[in-house]
């Protein structure tokens, strides 16, 4: 869970996590609330819309995926932050002396409707791939799209089973969540990873100089350096979900003590994604 495709923005919060838009600044009152339910009733209740196809991106893109941006008409900015996941995640998985082709079996949480996924599906067999997010439509998309396993994840990130994985792939999720679910993410993935096993995991790890939150830079900047990690909630989101930035070694702390200190960091590449967000690259050792 990248807004214009003129701007190295963050990427838009993953529509099966968030309340509110991402832009809201109020809390949501409950005639609001029960307006979004009926519309997302509405949603379900219409007739379908066409599956979308634009010249830059490998196959058809769901009228719902809200990775595409309106001034995208082409495709490529969509399909450009796709190819550098797939890159970001050759790369880590070259880190650890491992390549696609060693890989039996992949999880991608979140899938979204496959933006990384779609791409991923071309270096790893789609019935080795998991595609996990809360949003139903998604993986459903994604499972008869690309030929891959769905699998639904829990609003709260607790009680997961997400099976076992020797390469996980998980871009934009530990960039929304607060510590307490960030804890719960990081033992699930210690769970999933089979020994040997690969997590790629991205962060926001600078402050913002533009967008909603540039105003706070100090008080995030400030965060970052005493606690290595803030997060801001968005007003009525459920779980307490909104936008969060971590220095690398706060989440490698972070996995260490959710795994026992059997999952460690084998790279950190500085906005290795998209130029935007960091990557970083963890290895179960047993």
């Known amino acids: 869970m990248v807004s214009a495709p003129t701007a190295p923005t963050p990427p838009p919060v993953p529509l099966a996590f968030a309340a509110v838009p991402q832009t809201s600044t ?24 066409p599956l979308l196809r634009l010249p830059a991106v490998a196959g058809p893109i769901h009228p ?13 900015h969509y399909a450009r932050v796709g190819h550098s996941a797939v890159a ?9 002396g491992r390549g696609f082709g060693d890989v039996e079996s992949c999880l991608d949480m979140p899938c979204g409707y496959g933006r990384v996924l779609r791409l991923l599906a071309r270096e790893i067999a789609p019935d080795r791939i998991t595609a996990c997010d809360i949003n139903r439509q998604a993986i459903r998309f994604c499972a008869t799209q690309f030929g891959v396993r769905p699998l639904r994840s829990t609003p709260g990130l607790d009680g997961m089973r997400l099976g076992h994985h020797d390469l996980i792939w998980c871009g934009s999720l530990v960039t929304h969540l607060d ?4 804890a719960q993410l990081l033992r699930s993935f ?3 990873l089979l020994p040997g096993g690969i997590a790629v995991v991205t962060i926001h790890a600078e402050p913002p100089t533009t967008g909603e939150f540039a105003p706070r830079r100090d008080e995030i900047a400030d965060a970052l350096r005493t606690r290595g990690h803030h997060h801001i909630a968005y007003e009525g989101a459920l779980f307490d979900y909104g936008h969060a930035w971590h220095t690398p070694e706060h989440v ?8 026992g200190d059997t999952v460690r960091l084998v790279s950190h590449r500085p906005r290795g994604w998209d130029e935007n967000q960091d990557v970083l690259a963890f290895r179960r050792e047993s």
């Open 88 to 96: 970001a995640i050759g790369r880590s998985l070259a880190d650890a």
């Open 26 to 49: 109020r809390r949501a009152r409950a005639p609001e609330v029960a307006l979004r339910v009926s519309g997302a009733l509405r949603r379900r209740m219409r007739r379908p819309q």
């Open 179 to 182: 510590e307490e679910r960030v």
């Open 190 to 192: 210690t769970e999933a």
């Open 252 to 259: 490698t702390r972070a996995f260490a003590a959710a795994s």
């Open 64 to 76: 719902d995926d809200d990775m595409r941006h309106p001034e995208d008409a082409g495709g490529t």
